[in-house]
Structures are given as structure tokens and as C-alpha cells.
């Protein structure tokens, strides 16, 4: 941890353009889409691999504060369906975080199937590349998962690395372990995809205020 003050009530002067702090996340503001996604799902036969359509926003939020602690972030949606289809395969929103004052990521999921994750992870303010991690029964990068899907598909381990591209692309690589019912070794669901930006990030709150004043 960094050397917060000992005032836990002292909240720091944040700068009210998310975008200018966002550290290694800055690659990922925007709106991105991508036809290539790649999938590695279980099946009652084993596992299966098929390709996704996936568009995400990631959205700037203004600074949030505990206490004296700092985080800039971004705000996501991802929506995935299969390849001309249109009924939604895949739905997740929450935030990637950055912590300036310790090079701390954190990176947040929900889908709504009963399952939240917050995984996380270090790098510097200029890196291409970082990986973010969470596993079961931690109360820092944990896992909480309804009871359904603990009793059947209990997901053990998470972990998703993002790699910012030269030509303003960026991938991601994802495997989540998943202990499934019934069956002996676990399971490693893969998700890799290439985003290509649609559109630029809209300034946050704050900033926006500020640019219309």
C-alpha cells in the first residue's frame, strides 16, 4: 500500500479529467466492436469452440475517494451475441479502476446469471500490457457466485490479461477455471478477442461541466 495519510477523513485534490489519470487504462476509452471474438466453452461432450460478435463501451467516470485513496475509471457494457444472431449471448457491465498512487488495478464483472467478480492486478502508468487476477474465497479479489452455479459450475480462478496494440487496437485473453459437477479435472474456459475502436470516449461529468462553463 502506499503512505496514505494517517487523517482517514483527509480526501485528496482530484483533477476532474478522467481521461488525463487513467494510467495504462487510457488505451481502452472508447467504443469498440469486434466480429473475431473466440470462445472455449464446457459442453456435456467435453468443450466447444465457437466465434462471437462483441461490442463493449467503456465510458470515463468522475474520481472517486475513499478517504484519502484515489481511483480513475471507466465504465463499462459488454454485449456479445453469436454471428447473425440477435438475441443476446453474453451481457456484462462493471469498472476498470486505476489507483495512481499504488499502480493498482481493479476490475470489476457482473452477469446477470448470478455472478460477480472483482479481480485485480499491478502495472505502470505507461504499460501496454497487464493482467488482472481473482480466485475463490478471497475477500480482496474474490468470486461470488449464486448458488446454482457453486453447486454446478463453482468457478475457482479468473484471470484476463489486456495487451494495448500499436494500431490503437487492443486484445484481451481470459480463462476462467471452473470446477464443473461431476466431473473430475477442471474446466478452462477461454475468451480472446481483438476490439477495434467505433468511437471515441465521451468526457466524464465533471470534465464535460467544466468544458461547457
Known sequence: ????????????????????????????????????GNDDKPTAEGGEHQVFVEHIDLQPIDPQTN????????????????PGEVETYHDQVGYWLWEPATGRI????????????????????NATSFTVT???????????????????????AFSVTVTLNGDGSWSYQETTTLAIKGVEKPFEHTDQNRMVLVAPPRPNPLMAAKITS
Not at 496514505?4 to 466492436?33: C, I, S, V
Not at 478517504?67 to 456479445?80: E, K, V
Not at 470489476?108 to 502508468?125: C, Y
Request: contains cysteine; proline residues 8%; charged residues 20%.
Open 134 to 156: 481473482a480466485k475463490r474465497g478471497s475477500t480482496e479479489n474474490g468470486i461470488c457466485s449464486g448458488p446454482f452455479l457453486e453447486e454446478n459450475f463453482r468457478t475457482e
Open 106 to 125: 481493479l476490475y470489476s464483472l457482473t452477469i446477470p446469471r448470478g455472478q460477480i467478480v472483482l479481480a485485480e492486478g499491478m502495472a505502470t502508468p
Open 67 to 82: 478517504g484519502p485513496q484515489l481511483l480513475y475509471g471507466l465504465r463499462y457494457h459488454t454485449h456479445i451475441v453469436k
Open 1 to 36: 500500500m502506499a503512505n496514505f495519510p494517517k487523517r482517514l477523513f483527509d480526501e485528496p485534490e482530484a483533477d476532474p479529467d478522467t481521461l488525463a489519470h487513467l494510467g495504462p487504462l487510457r488505451g481502452l476509452a472508447g467504443t469498440w466492436q469486434s466480429q473475431t
